[in-house]
């Protein structure tokens, strides 16, 4: 592997010492085959052991390490640094307060999380003696992409409803809904309806996309906000027609 | 004085058995309030990189039995058969709850649960998700244990000690990452749930996060680490990074190649007889490693070490993206290589530790109060050798069965005075502070880190010299006083995640001198030991467990029966 120089410019910010986020650059030699991660990890073991960020996996699936480079959002573990001149920014991601560095804020997110209801709603519990339901591989298909979400919270940062309407659930926690309405073992959409057609719902995604492009795993959250969107709007057609059922 | 907060139990850990132990903690008593610990937001932890499957009978033509014979037969008769037995019935139903919990199992065509077949299981029992099996169990668990509101999470903390009065464990001191501060977190009973410790060494498939945290915990406080030798190299890890190419790519019928483009599983006795790729993960490591040694490894430019070849060719394009198309985005972003055109470069990685807290059968280790699940708790379940998709499985039924057994503990338990654990964890947080405050010189983190790597690979790699492990032991000896050195550079409260890799690293130490000490006790190869001075399995003088307790000059061994059952010890043999 050939190795050369490059010159990271990281974001730097710590609330005991600083009034306003600074930059810092370090040149370090990199390897062409390396993602953006072990460039921070680098910096971290080898330069400055005071720069603050969050990885585990280095294998794209437990989320942690998301950061804005050159002003994109990335997951800095599948990110490679090839792809780069001989300057890379990173900073954290944007739309979230900065705790520390390229460490961000995620309280408001895991609320959002939990308000759409992410879990299986039904009427009765079933026991782990009645067996599994039946579930064919199409059922599983109409909502198997939705659940493949890491939590890793690059569409928050792409979102431009995000950064004018803090409130907007936002792409991640609406796609995660709509996962468990698309489930034919779920029984709750009604519930999360009434939560998706709220204030800083469905309704509040312009549709601008953005998400649905800086995915790193094909989840398209656009797509499920879209397919949310219709089924509300059948929805309140048809409680025109027939009363509504009411949610269990 | 530090914060404090109450509760009834606490669980430290929020991967596959922290989740479900707090699940089973609600349900057992609905009220009780929970603590869940994690030095990560749970989402994060290390079940969610497993990826081939989760082992539990679910086809007409399977057993119990059957399921059972294969775990004790792969443990190499160092599993213990009460724990094997419970472990089976209990494992499908454990897996109906998650299908229940909206785990997407993939499906056969009649919409009932499909199955795959995994290494040393005789037929297939291994339920899936794709090939991302972890992630989509702990994403269910994570987000089901969301609509139990007594369930109170304590994200981004790290536990730095377990608070014990009286022989009960009442309780633990953790860092509060956002702060700084070290709180006590107050409970009737405490469950570790926090993994392995694949840190330990330089070539693994594990997060950053596995750093023995719980195994350390525990062992400080002076219960056993049990069978900690013991530590399985999965076959098939990617050249550099060490990132895990699932078992479920031989399960779907991948081959394994050497240089020559031979199948050497098949044309030579490498003791897994017929089922060839199929065979248990010890076997075919070792198979690998003797390739390599009989100069038919693959060099790759740029890379440390020799490799084999993972062939998924003959599979089709349909196939992978239908069964394992994370493996080929992995190999396709970490190895450059698309495994539908070419073969995957892979050498064996560590992967999981079979030793851990010592345990019984419903997770309770020496200290009342105190339980452990999962990765970190050694209940012997997997004995010498784990079989493929049975640890996903371990976490839910030892979780479950753990909290299970916390409450009921706790009803019977009159607590005691808060003052010695309050004035321990006012103890804890002047050494937190100290350590921040150990600046100027003196070791380095990286450094240290790197040593003991270096001393682990060497000592306790797939292969073990008599010389080279009792080499280990005196080098880690040394590694810990120069722990005492230790030299920090970021005086920050807030989000200081050099503290956190000290803590870790400490943590680390302690670990790799019990699997040290543990591996120089076994005179003999079994399982995932295998000892070229020792080649064969003597039950005369080692069927048993191992023990290794801490001591403050140094690590102290012992040992333990092993609990046979219907099935003695024969040749293991495929």
Not at chain 2, 99 to 123: K, Q
Not at chain 2, 464 to 483: D, F
């Amino acid at each position: 592997m050939s190795e050369v120089k490059k010159t990271i410019v990281v974001t730097r910010f710590d609330p005991d010492k600083d009034e306003v986020p600074k930059t810092q650059s370090y040149e370090i030699p990199v390897q062409d085959d390396w993602k953006v991660l072990e460039a921070l990890n680098y910096i971290k073991d080898n330069v400055d052991p005071t720069l603050s960020h969050r990885w585990s996996c280095r294998m794209a699936v437990c989320g942690s390490c998301g950061m804005n480079v050159n002003g994109e959002p990335k997951l800095t573990c599948k990110d490679p640094i090839s792809s780069y001149g001989d300057t890379i920014e990173v900073a954290p991601l944007a739309n979230f307060p900065v705790v520390r560095d390229l460490v961000v804020e995620l309280e408001g997110f895991m609320d959002k999380f939990k308000a759409v209801k992410p879990w299986i709603i039904a009427a009765k519990e079933r026991a782990a003696e009645e067996g599994t339901h039946r579930q064919s591989p199409d059922e599983l298909a109409d909502f198997k992409s939705f659940s493949m979400c890491i939590n890793c919270m690059l569409c928050y940062s792409a979102c431009p409803v995000v950064s004018n309407e803090p409130d907007f659930l936002g792409p991640a926690a609406l796609a995660l809904g709509h996962r468990y309405n698309q489930d034919s073992r779920d029984e709750g959409a009604d519930e999360r309806n009434e939560i998706f057609r709220d204030e800083g719902g469905i309704f509040s995604c312009s549709y601008a996309n953005e998400c649905t492009e800086v995915c790193p795993k094909g989840v398209n959250p656009s797509g499920a906000i879209q397919q949310a969107k219709l089924n509300n709007v059948v929805d309140w057609a048809k409680s025109f027609v027939v009363p509504r059922r009411k949610s269990s | 004085m530090v914060d404090v907060t109450r509760h009834d139990v606490v669980i430290v850990g929020g991967g596959a058995a922290g989740l479900r132990a707090a699940i089973a903690v609600s349900e057992a008593r609905p009220g009780i309030s929970i603590a869940l610990v994690s030095k990560v937001y749970p989402m994060r932890s290390h079940t969610v990189s497993a990826e081939g499957g989760a082992a539990a009978v679910a086809r007409s033509d399977d057993t119990l039995e059957m399921h059972a014979y294969d775990t004790v037969k792969g443990s190499d008769f160092l599993g213990d058969q009460d724990v094997i037995q419970y472990f089976v019935e209990e494992a499908p139903k454990e897996l109906t709850r998650l299908e229940h919990w909206g785990c997407p199992w993939s499906r056969n065509d009649d919409g009932t649960v499909a199955t795959r077949a995994f290494g040393g299981m005789t037929t297939k029992r291994t339920w899936f998700a794709t090939d991302k099996v972890g992630f989509h169990m702990l994403h269910t668990l994570f987000q089901t244990s969301m609509k139990y509101g007594d369930i109170e999470r304590y994200d981004e903390h790290f536990v730095t000690k377990l608070l014990v009065d009286g022989g009960a464990c009442r309780g633990v001191a953790a860092l509060d990452m956002r702060t700084g501060q070290v709180k006590a977190v107050l409970g009737k009973a405490v469950i570790l749930a926090t993994g392995g410790g694949g840190k330990v060494w330089p070539f693994t498939t594990n997060g950053n996060i596995k750093t023995g945290d719980g195994m350390a915990l525990a062992y400080r406080e002076g219960i056993a680490l049990k069978d900690m030798e013991f530590v399985q190299y999965h076959p098939t890890g990617l050249p550099g990074t060490g990132i895990l190419i699932t078992e479920a790519t031989r399960g779907e019928g991948g081959y394994l190649l050497n240089s020559e483009g031979e199948r050497f599983l098949t044309t030579r006795d490498y003791g897994v007889g017929t089922k060839a790729e199929l065979g248990p993960r010890d076997m075919i490591s070792r198979a690998i490693m003797q390739e390599i040694a009989a100069g038919r490894g693959i060099k790759i430019p740029g890379k440390i070490g020799e490799y084999a070849h993972l062939d998924l060719r003959h599979l089709g394009e349909e196939k992978i993206m239908a069964r394992i198309p994370f493996v080929r985005e992995l190999s396709r972003t970490y190895a450059n290589v698309d495994p539908v055109h070419e073969p995957i470069p892979i050498r064996p990685v560590l992967h999981y530790m079979m030793g851990g807290v010592d345990t019984d059968i419903d997770g309770a280790t020496e200290i009342d109060g105190l339980y452990a699940a999962g990765e970190t708790a050694c209940v012997s379940l997997n004995g010498a050798n784990r079989l493929g998709s049975n640890s996903l499985t371990e976490c839910l039924v030892f979780g479950a069965r753990a909290g299970a057994h916390a409450v009921q503990y706790i009803a019977g338990s009159s607590g005691g005075e808060e003052g010695p654990l309050l004035r321990q964890a006012e103890d804890e947080a002047g050494r937190v502070e100290a350590l921040r405050g150990q600046q100027g010189g003196g070791e380095k983190i990286t450094k240290l880190r790197e040593s003991m790597n270096d001393i682990m690979e060497r000592g306790t790699g797939v292969y073990r010299e008599q010389a080279s492990m009792a080499k280990a032991n005196t080098e880690i000896a040394e590694l810990k006083g120069r722990y005492e050195q230790l030299s920090l550079d970021d005086p920050s409260k807030v989000f200081n995640t050099e503290i956190i890799a000290a803590l870790e690293l400490r943590n680390m130490i302690d670990v790799a001198e019990s699997v040290a000490l543990a591996a120089l006790h076994r005179k003999e190869s079994r399982g995932a030991h295998a000892c070229p001075d020792f080649p064969t399995r003597n039950d005369g003088e080692y069927l048993h467990h191992s023990l290794v307790y801490y001591g403050p000059t140094g690590p102290r061994f012992d040992k333990k029966d092993v609990t046979l059952g219907v099935w003695e010890p024969e040749e293991r043999k495929y």
